[in-house]
Nanobody
Framework: QVQLVESGGGLVQTGGSLRLSCAAS????????MGWFRQAPGKERGLVAA????????GYADSVKGRFTISRDNAKNTVYLQMNSLKSEDTAVYYC???????????????WGQGTQVTVSS
């Protein structure tokens, strides 16, 4: 089992920045692919970014490339999502997820955090 706790969400103005954190406990963090997904009201949950256990592989949604960066600190059992140049369409609940295998598809992820709200206002 893996327990995931997100933090860092909140309200930010268009063009601003936020950094989300996800602290993991349980199964060896360093062996897991970590992903960030988001879900806006009425929309399906979708990929934001994912990073493999050794940070060799990463993947991003086209809509966030060049603005968001995923990183991980295996010594701290934590994965981060740095979000810059935020837009109103980035407003969503952001979820941290863990997967023994590298994948960009949310249904492949067995472990999920509770989510953190990110609201971008103009």
């Amino acid at each position: 089992q893996v327990q995931l706790v997100e933090s860092g969400g909140g309200l930010v103005q268009t063009g601003g920045s936020l950094r989300l954190s996800c602290a993991a406990s349980g199964r060896a963090f360093s062996s897991l692919t970590m992903g960030w997904f988001r879900q806006a009201p009425g929309k399906e949950r979708g990929l934001v970014a994912a990073v493999s256990w050794g940070s060799v592989n990463t993947g991003y949604a086209d809509s966030v490339k060049g603005r968001f960066t995923i990183s991980r600190d295996n010594a701290k059992n934590t994965v981060y999502l740095q979000m810059n140049s935020l837009k109103s369409e980035d407003t969503a609940v952001y979820y941290c997820a863990a997967n023994p295998n590298f994948s960009l598809y949310y249904r492949d992820y067995p472990y999920w955090g509770q989510g953190t709200q990110v609201t971008v206002s103009s």
